[in-house]
């Protein structure tokens, strides 16, 4: 039975976050993705889910190349027909080579969804791959039906291909797969995602969030701690505004941020701004402060706030300084028990500091340690 075509759109607004899916609808316009198509899903029901989705994918000029793996791509495309997808089929499998690829880029052109079949078994199959590599993609995207990659039991939602390694990986499920994805990285695509196509909205999922729900090894900057610039100061006041009203952060302004903008930085995923920190030297006493360490509710729990910490710490040490210091009222357990910092008394503070803390009233703690070496 065919799908009415109205409600393709919709589950990009439904199942996310209205603004966040608005803003990676622009930064996908016009690229090209590969979606890669497990033998064992093609005749799940949960694929035509995954196929509406990828309509409303190519609806706002996403270009789609479905393979199927294997020789099924008829049931595949018979599946996307009832979708009222804008598809064709190409009649040769990958395996076929030269003029496999030249047919796919005919039907990308059109503009349709190209469907074909990989020829033989494998996700990550030579055909496939040289496939994405000369037609440009952006994304290499795995839907299978088994669990993606896990370290130690825990999700991992993102991982560089510089650090995929038997030796990196030893606690993690799938390795063998982390290294073909990897390798695919570095044959010029910049991110592949391992999915779980048994999941409903898993495709929108993973590609308009900044966490994503699958497994992605990315070759570019999908992750990076950079200087606060001007024009992220607004956005930087808005997401600590209720650390502050709820007294958990100090009172800071557009102006005061703006007189010491060289000490901030931010934690960012897809260039979305998530965390935040500060370096505040005392070049005198030869310590620095790391301060204004905030986390994005959504994006607590993975790691983000120690990287960040660990960061303030390089940079203190490479600035020749001897200890750092942290000065909290909420994050009390955070200091002394996840990173290790050791209670200070006020009096071990710069005096400038000191005499700041002191006139503020509040009930904050001190923690710190030596810096040493790297």
Known sequence: MAVNRTFVIL???SRMNVRSALAYVPYFRNRLFVLHIGKEMVHEEALVDALLDADALHEIGVRLVLVAEGDNAEHLAARAGACEMHAALAEQPLT?????????????????????????????????????????????????????PNRSGQPIFAIAEREVSRENCADCTC?????????????????????????????????????????????????????????????LLSMIARCVVDSKLVVRTYESILDNLQSYYVYTLDDTIVGCVALYPFPENRCAELGCLFIKKNYEGHGYGKAMCHFIEQKARAMGFERIFAISQSAVAYFRDRLGYQPLSRDSLPPSRRAVLEASGRASEVFGHDLGTP
């Open 175 to 235: 390795v063998d797969e982390l290294l073909h994805a990897a390798e695919v990285c570095r044959r010029g695509i910049p991110r592949v995602h391992m999915l779980n196509g048994l999941h409903r909205g898993v495709l929108l999922d993973e590609l308009f969030s900044e966490e994503g729900v699958g497994t992605m090894v990315h070759a570019d900057s999908y992750r990076e701690i950079r200087p606060l610039h001007v024009d992220d100061i607004p956005e």
């Open 96 to 148: 076929a080579g030269d003029a496999a690829v030249a047919r796919v880029r005919e039907i990308v052109e059109r503009p349709q969804v190209a469907i074909i079949p990989s020829g033989t078994l494998g996700r990550f199959d030579e055909g496939s791959v040289r496939l994405a590599v000369e037609l440009g993609a952006a994304k290499y995207i795995c839907l299978q039906k088994d669990a993606v």
């Open 11 to 13: 589950p990009i607004f």
